[in-house]
């Protein structure tokens, strides 16, 4: 299996502009989360979705962010207008549900700066 | 709201010792618990995962430890290798499989 798998590794862009992070997990996991990484806050949860449905978006830090699950295969996170304090390490993570385990499977990150 | 720690913050051995990580946390209401290994500027990876029902769990030179009420868990890396040097991360998993991350150990194992 190819593992997780996001795009763009890294994004630079400038403050004010739209930025979309996109996941594509595990075939067969039904769960997919998205955590953000900065030195200051160490890694922290967003929101995460079950079977393509958001169940907990308290993580989510402003209006500002927001995010997608359109089918099993894809989501996206999206950040619109972005501001210098978003910039950080993303990660999307999943899981399959059902297994028992709960496993969670990270994908390599997308490192964003907004200058 | 749960709260990880980890001691100690970094630690440096020379080749062949063994480590040993410490992880508390404060809400014993877990399903599960996870170690991960993250490498400089790269992902997480998952070393170990332990059921609230368990008590340890082993993978080659690595175990886990969970004492689920007293909110700690243990991971032990025997005879170490430079290889190891990464930082450890410790997540406590709640309902809904939300993992909450302590802030890591930092390992150096000197050849």
């Known amino acids: 299996d190819a593992g997780v798998i996001q795009s763009p590794r890294h994004e630079v862009t400038e403050m004010g502009q739209e930025v979309t992070l996109r996941c594509k997990p595990i075939?067969?996991?039904?769960?997919l989360f998205w955590y953000r990484q900065t030195m200051m806050r160490g890694l922290e949860l967003l929101i995460y979705?079950?079977?393509?449905?958001?169940?907990?978006d308290s993580g989510m830090p402003e209006d500002r962010f927001s995010a997608k699950m359109p089918n099993a295969s894809f989501s996206t996170l999206k950040i619109q207008p972005s501001e210098p304090r978003d910039s950080a390490v993303y990660f999307c993570?999943?899981?399959?549900?059902?297994?028992?385990?709960?496993?969670?499977?990270f994908g390599p990150g997308t490192r964003l700066t907004v200058t | 709201k749960q709260e990880v720690t980890q001691i100690p913050a970094a630690l440096s051995v020379p080749e062949g010792e063994n480590l040993v990580l410490n992880c508390s946390f404060t809400?014993?209401?877990?399903?599960?618990l996870q170690w991960f290994r993250q490498d400089p500027g790269k992902g997480l990876t998952s070393l170990l995962l332990?059921?609230?029902?368990?008590r340890e769990q082993t993978s080659g030179r690595l175990n886990a430890s969970l004492d689920k009420s007293s909110g700690r868990s243990t991971l032990y890396i025997a005879a170490s290798q430079p290889g190891d040097s990464a930082t450890y991360l410790c997540?406590?998993?709640?309902?809904?499989?939300?993992?909450?991350f302590g802030g890591g150990t930092r390992v150096l194992v000197k050849p």
């Open positions: 993570a999943s899981s399959h549900r059902d297994s028992g385990s709960y496993e969670q499977y």
């Open positions: 075939s067969g996991h039904n769960s």
């Open positions: 979705f079950n079977n393509n449905v958001p169940i907990d």
């Open positions: 809400d014993s209401a877990i399903y599960n």
């Open positions: 332990i059921q609230s029902s368990q």
């Open positions: 997540a406590p998993g709640a309902a809904g499989n939300k993992l909450t």
